[in-house]
Structures are given as structure tokens and as C-alpha cells.
């Protein structure tokens, strides 16, 4: 029911741009690195010296202005040159509809080119991020044309998919990120229990350790990064052939510790204006996230946190009604 709540907040124009104009000043700067380039390679700097590396997403995503995918490849390509020039352990992480595929197919693969050929010249990896099952196969379509041509490109693989056995056994020679998946989808498509998702993913994760390239396994959840710690050791598969991300912010000192146990780590470091959705999205996974924003942000102000969680409802149910 509250995952919901957050899940229709987190597609509310109104309040994305509401968000936008007051800044993070909602809590999100827990979850959320800063607002521009030079904040973010210090928060990468921060992570290398712990000796965890990161992937980085300029934050944006349902974008329908070709304006605004250009402003974001642009700030993607800036991200690119920011991290070769400081010379941080960092590659990227982007979202097709960012970059204009809910506008025109060729016009987003021509974004995407753009990036990836960038990247290509410091031989830096982009990931592309998987968004929900509409985006999927042009996703993937984008992908396998790239594929073509350059090697530096990844995509994520969603638990929560029937069809992701089969993706990933297709995309096994690629580096893939393995997740449980973040939309509201469909029982025709999608599994719906916890059960069924996390059983999913461990056969995946499993499947890819033993028979793909390299393994990012991204996942908060001590119970499946304990079950893959034990899998890797019984099956000798090196630390190498893959790593464990979590998002910036979240399980801290469960990240800093599996990279002093010799694992490797990345962070997926988001930043940018355009943090509503991700933040929503983050609140309908767990609620309790907004302990993250209650312990660090809204002590001092707990009844304007509440008043501003209660504000984003009601002003979401009341835009709701209106488009009725
Ligand atoms: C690096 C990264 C990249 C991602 N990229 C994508 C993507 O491209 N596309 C996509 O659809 N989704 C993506 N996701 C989101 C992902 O699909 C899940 O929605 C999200 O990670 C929540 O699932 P979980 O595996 O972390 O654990 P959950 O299923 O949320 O939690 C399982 C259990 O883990 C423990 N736990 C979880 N979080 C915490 C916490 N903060 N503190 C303490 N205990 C906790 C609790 O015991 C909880 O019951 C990404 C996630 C990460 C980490």
C-alpha cells in the first residue's frame, strides 16, 4: 500500500519539478551525492580511498524534451572528461528514456553512440540501466547495435522478469549487473512475491558467476550477499570475476566493510537535480529508507519532514484527481 503511495509519487510531474526548484532539501542529499560534477568526483575521491570504485548516474529519466536529453547527454559526456581528467576509479551508469528513447528511437541511439564512443577512448564502461518492461527489449535493442561496434558496454539483468533466464543466458558474454528490479510490473510479465524474485535472482547470479564475464551483483540484502560469499568460495570462482554495488548512502558500513574483506566494491553514485523519482522509488522499495532521511536530516526537524511527506500525498492525490 505505501509502496504504492511512493511508486505514484515517484511519476509526479508536479512534484519533480517542485523538487527540483527547492533543491535537496527534502532529505534526499543522504541518498543523493550533490548537484554538480565537481561534488561528485569528491564523493567518488571519498569512495576510491576507501578502496571502493563507482558508477555514475546523472540523474534524469522520462525525459520528453529533446532539449532536456541533449542538456543530459551533454552532463553525461562532462562526467566522462571529469573522470579521466581527476583520474578517479569511476565509470557510468545511464537511463535510456534520459537521453530521449520515449522520443525517438534513433535519436537516443544517437545519444547513446556519442557516450560510448567518449567512454570508449578511456576504455571507461557504461552500464546501461534497465527501466521498466516497456523500455526493455528497445533497451536491449539499443545494446546489440552498440555491441556491434564497441565493447564497452553493459546492461542489468531484472529478477523479477520471467524472461530474464533467457536474457541473460544471451548476454552472457557481456559484464552485467544483476538486480531484484525496481518498477510495479505486471503478473503477466513479472514474478510478484518476494519469494519467487530473490529465488530468481539467486539462480541468476549463480548462472552468471559460472558461465558469464564478470558479475555485478547489486542487492542491500545481507541474506543473498552472504549466500553468494559462500557460493563463490565452494565453486573457487576469483574475486575478479565480480563484485558486489549497493546505492550511495544506503548499508555504509556494510559496503566499506566487503571491500576490506578483499571483495570488490562499486557504489552507484547518482547526482543531479532530477533526484525525486530515484528517491520515491527508494521509499517504495523499503519505507524505513526514510530513517535515513529522519536520523541524518529531519531531527532537528521532524515536524516538517512529516508535514512534507504528508504535502507530496495529498498534493499527489489531488493532481491525481485532476487528471481523471
Ligand atoms: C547498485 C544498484 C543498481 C540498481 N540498478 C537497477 C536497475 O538498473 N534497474 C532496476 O530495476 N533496479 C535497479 N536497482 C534496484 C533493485 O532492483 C532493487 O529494487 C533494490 O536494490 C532493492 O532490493 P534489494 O536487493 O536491495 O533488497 P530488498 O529486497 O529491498 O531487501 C531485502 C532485505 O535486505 C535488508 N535490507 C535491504 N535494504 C536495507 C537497508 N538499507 N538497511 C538494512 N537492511 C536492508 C532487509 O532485511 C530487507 O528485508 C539497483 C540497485 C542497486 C543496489
Known amino acids: 500500500m505505501l509502496k504504492d503511495v511512493f511508486m505514484a509519487l515517484s511519476k509526479n510531474q508536479l512534484l519533480t519539478s ?9 532529505g534526499a542529499q543522504t541518498v543523493v551525492a550533490g548537484t554538480n560534477v565537481e561534488d561528485t568526483i569528491k564523493s567518488i575521491r571519498e569512495l576510491n580511498a576507501k578502496g571502493i570504485s563507482a558508477t555514475v548516474d546523472n540523474l534524469g529519466e522520462f525525459v520528453i524534451e529533446r532539449s532536456e536529453a541533449l542538456k543530459a547527454k551533454n552532463s553525461i559526456l562532462e562526467v566522462i572528461e571529469a573522470i579521466h581528467t581527476n583520474g578517479v576509479d569511476a ?74 533466464e533467457d536474457d541473460i543466458e544471451k548476454y552472457k558474454h557481456l559484464r552485467l549487473r544483476i538486480v531484484k528490479g525496481a518498477y510495479k510490473e505486471p503478473i503477466e510479465v513479472a514474478f510478484q512475491t518476494k519469494e519467487e524474485i530473490d529465488a530468481n535472482f539467486i539462480k541468476l547470479i549463480e548462472y552468471h558467476l559460472l558461465n558469464g564475464k564478470f558479475t555485478s551483483i547489486a542487492t542491500h540484502d545481507h541474506h543473498i550477499i552472504n549466500h553468494v560469499k559462500k557460493f563463490v568460495a565452494e565453486n573457487e570462482i576469483p574475486n575478479d570475476k565480480f563484485e558486489f554495488q549497493m546505492l550511495y548512502g544506503f548499508r555504509k558500513d556494510m559496503q566499506i566493510d566487503l571491500a576490506k574483506q578483499g571483495y570488490n566494491f562499486c557504489t552507484y553514485v547518482p547526482f543531479g537535480d532530477d533526484w525525486y523519482a530515484y528517491f520515491m522509488r527508494r521509499l517504495a522499495e523499503r519505507p524505513q529508507n526514510l530513517n535515513l532521511v529522519v536520523k541524518q536530516v529531519f531531527n532537528k526537524r521532524t515536524n516538517t ?19 481523471k
Open 18 to 26: 517542485a523538487a527540483k526548484k527547492y533543491g535537496l532539501k527534502l
Open 91 to 164: 565509470h557510468i551508469s545511464l537511463k535510456p528514456t534520459q537521453i530521449g528513447l520515449d522520443i525517438d528511437y534513433d535519436f537516443c541511439y544517437e545519444n547513446l553512440l556519442e557516450i560510448v564512443a567518449a567512454a570508449s577512448k578511456y576504455d571507461m564502461h557504461i552500464n546501461i540501466d534497465m527501466e521498466d518492461y516497456g523500455h526493455l527489449q528497445p533497451s536491449f535493442d539499443l545494446m546489440d547495435t552498440l555491441l556491434k561496434e564497441y565493447n564497452n558496454v553493459g546492461t542489468v539483468i531484472q529478477a523479477y522478469f520471467d524472461r530474464a
Open 305 to 323: 519532514a512529516i508535514g512534507v511527506l504528508a504535502g507530496a500525498i495529498a498534493l499527489n492525490r489531488l493532481t491525481s484527481k485532476k487528471k
